[in-house]
Nanobody, 115 residues
């Protein structure tokens, strides 16, 4: 069973930056489209950004465009999310998963944007 481990979250001031990482335990990571998702308190989980298996094509939620960048390292089974110009509304637990998502999710990594 694939395991997904996210890390890199933390407390940051508005306007700050964070880089999230996600390690995928499967041997077929390089063949899988991937995505970052987030879930804010009392909200449903939503897609933040997606990337194709080869990393060429990327898509972003409107709120992420121009601020967030998704990337991947297929040699090391790792997915990244560079987040710049963070806003309080970005506060959420961030998860990675395949696209379409597996039934299993990691624990996520908490991002808190607050002054």
């Amino acid at each position: 069973q694939v395991q997904l481990v996210e890390f890199g979250g933390g407390l940051v001031h508005p306007g700050g930056s964070l880089r999230l990482s996600c390690v995928h335990s499967g041997s077929d990571f390089k063949y899988r489209a991937m995505g970052w998702f987030r879930q804010a308190p009392a909200s449903q989980r939503e897609l933040v950004a997606g990337i194709t298996a080869g990393g060429v094509y990327k898509n972003y939620a409107n709120f992420a465009k121009g601020r967030f960048t998704i990337s991947r390292d297929n040699d090391n089974n790792t997915l990244y999310l560079q987040m710049n110009d963070l806003e309080p509304d970005d506060t959420a637990v961030y998860y990675c998963n395949e696209r379409p998502p597996l039934d299993v999710w990691g624990r996520g990594t908490l991002v808190t944007v607050s002054s």
